[in-house]
């Protein structure tokens, strides 16, 4: 592959990370504009965070779509089941793109629905890869985590429809002090995305670990991603106050995702025939739609931060 067409790949790559970055950077912007025009506790805040969250549910469904897609068709659908996460995956997409254009106090029945049918999808998804894995030849083994099926890969689903449920939620709410699983709702929220950035760098970190981190590169999301997750809880836990660390490290993870496309698109550009073997190089290159999960549970951690921000 030459180096001219590598080169393209990653430009390709890091305009998407810049783009994807000045995206997070206007969504901040809008976001605390909302912040700075509500007055403390009153109507706006929370729905505006329940928004952010379907936006998140929803680029987390695309991940999901994309990637299982890929993999299992280059699995052939050999079970009628690998079809579920596809039509799952797709329902939480719209559901998402449908929530963060409503403005409405109350709960959608329908995106309700939804999200929570592609949680229970994610599970039962975790339990047929699990399965995969033990089945084979030595069971519980390091060469059959790196190549059978993945097993964090269905939880980006659970994960998804978990962020839409919340969502849902959060609009039934009170618009003053918001409770969720008997916490603040700004605490609440701001665990659950810590706790899955946790998840998804959990499924980095092996499949980096397969490929010997010989990019040193690699190293990046299994850093900085675990160090976001970490002022994020913390600051859902401490008193409500200004966090500017944390807000500028989820920034930093949001666009992480983005570049790592860019990444991710170099190593596909690196294996013989590189794009214009577009086809056969996207099914065994790296996956290309995986980094934007970083971005989707970064931007649920800013809207979090934004509400926890309100709390008394």
Do not use: C
Request: net charge positive.
């Amino acid at each position: 592959m030459s180096a001219t067409t590598q080169r393209a790949a990653m430009f390709v790559g890091l305009a998407a990370g810049a783009a994807g970055l000045v995206a997070v950077l206007a969504r901040e912007r809008a976001g605390s504009s909302i912040k700075d025009l509500t007055p403390r506790g009153e109507s706006g805040t929370h729905i505006a965070a329940a928004r952010a969250f379907n936006r998140s549910s929803a680029l987390l469904a695309l991940s999901v779509l994309t990637d299982s897609g890929i993999e299992h068709y280059r699995g052939s659908f050999a079970n009628k089941a690998m079809f579920t996460p596809l039509i799952t995956s797709a329902l939480s997409l719209a559901a998402g793109l449908h929530g963060a254009a409503d403005s409405g106090s109350r709960r959608h029945r329908a995106r309700h629905a939804i999200y929570l049918g592609a949680g229970a999808a994610g599970i039962a998804g975790t339990g047929f890869h699990l399965y995969n894995v033990l089945k084979r030849p030595g069971g519980w083994s390091w060469n059959n985590l790196f190549y059978a099926a993945p097993i964090g890969a269905p939880m980006a689903l659970l994960l998804s429809g978990a962020l839409g449920a919340v969502a849902e939620r959060l609009r039934d709410e009170p618009a003053v002090e918001p409770q969720l699983l008997g916490m603040a709702a700004g605490r609440a929220l701001g665990l659950l995305a810590a706790a899955g950035l946790i998840g998804t760098v959990g499924e980095v970190a092996l499949m980096h670990f397969r490929g010997s981190y010989q990019n040193p590169v690699m190293y990046a999301p299994v850093t900085i991603v675990p160090v976001a997750s970490a002022l994020l809880a913390h600051a859902a836990l401490a008193a409500p106050r200004e966090h500017w660390v944390a807000r500028a490290w989820l920034r930093i993870t949001a666009a992480l995702g983005f570049v790592g496309m860019g990444f991710h698109a170099r190593g596909i550009a690196r294996n013989q025939g590189g794009w214009r073997n577009w086809t056969q190089n996207i099914l065994n290159g790296p996956p290309l739609p995986a980094p934007p999960s970083f971005s989707a549970l970064a931007l649920a951690g800013l809207a979090a931060l934004r509400l926890r921000e309100t709390e008394k």
